[in-house]
């Protein structure tokens, strides 16, 4: 027989550790979470689980809805472009400009020891 009471509290663990870090993902696993309550609720004739466990559904959406677009927001313009290549590889650096981090580095080092 499967335990779903098990597979409820690891989802309750999952989703309360993805929403601590701001992650969107928690949202996700707390709404699996609540359809499995509703199917323990079913199945031992505890009616009163399966509404509040919709209700909370729908609050899961709204909230992802409202996450979503804000974590897309948070990141560069360049990143949202082009979500797969390095934003300072991808454009061509001015002549005489450092095209990285590391070699701004360098030539900040090598300034520093001329003076």
């Not at 004739?45 to 509040?52: C, N, R, S």
């Not at 897309?72 to 082009?82: A, G, K, S």
């Not at 991808?90 to 020891?113: D, H, I, Q």
Request: with cysteine.
């Amino acid at each position: 027989m499967f335990r779903w009471d098990y597979l409820s509290c690891i989802l309750t663990v999952v989703s309360t550790v993805l929403l601590g870090k701001r992650l969107w993902q928690g949202w996700v696993i707390a709404g699996a979470n609540s359809i499995v309550v509703c199917i323990i609720g079913m199945k031992t004739a505890q009616f009163g689980l399966v509404p509040a466990n919709i209700f909370c559904i729908g609050l899961y959406a709204i909230n992802l809805w409202k996450w979503r677009p804000q974590e897309l927001n948070r990141r560069p313009r360049l990143v949202r472009m082009f979500p797969r290549r390095n934003p300072v590889e991808s454009v061509a650096s001015p002549a005489g400009y450092p095209r990285s981090r590391e070699s701004l580095l360098k030539r900040f080092a090598t300034a520093r020891s001329r003076d």
